[in-house]
């Protein structure tokens, strides 16, 4: 059973940093593309990055480029997101998907066959 398990959110101040992780289990990592999306009241959800099964290809989307990093540990069979410079618009509900391929999509929902259930960063001024 695949499963995505998501962490590392909080509250945290404008201008701090952190890193989401998302635990994978139930499929071969290396072997499937991820993604992060994010989700804030109000909004649909929209794409922040996504990286290929090997990690290699990493894509951003073009409101998501320069204060956000994607990278995966495929040994510890782990997607991480780092965000630095938070700002208040950053607070959201942030999720990990898994891409049915090897590729990824940092706008198609539809590329991914299985989310985790979120992790809240709350981002006060």
Known sequence: QVQLVESGGGSVQAGGSLTLSCASSGY???????????QAP???????????????SKFYADSMKGRFTIYKDIAKNTLYLRIDNLKPE????????????????????????????????????
């Not at 071969?28 to 994010?38: E, K, P, S, T, V």
């Not at 509900?93 to 709350?122: F, I, L, N, P």
């Open 28 to 38: 071969i990592f290396a072997d499937y593309g991820n993604g992060w999306f994010r």
């Open 90 to 125: 950053d607070t959201a509900m942030y999720y990990c998907g898994r891409s049915s391929s090897g590729y990824c999509s940092t706008s198609k929902e539809s590329a991914y066959d299985t989310w985790g259930q979120g992790t809240q960063v709350t981002v006060s001024s």
């Open 42 to 56: 109000g909004k649909e959800r929209e794409g922040v990055a996504c990286i290929w099964g090997g990690g290699i």
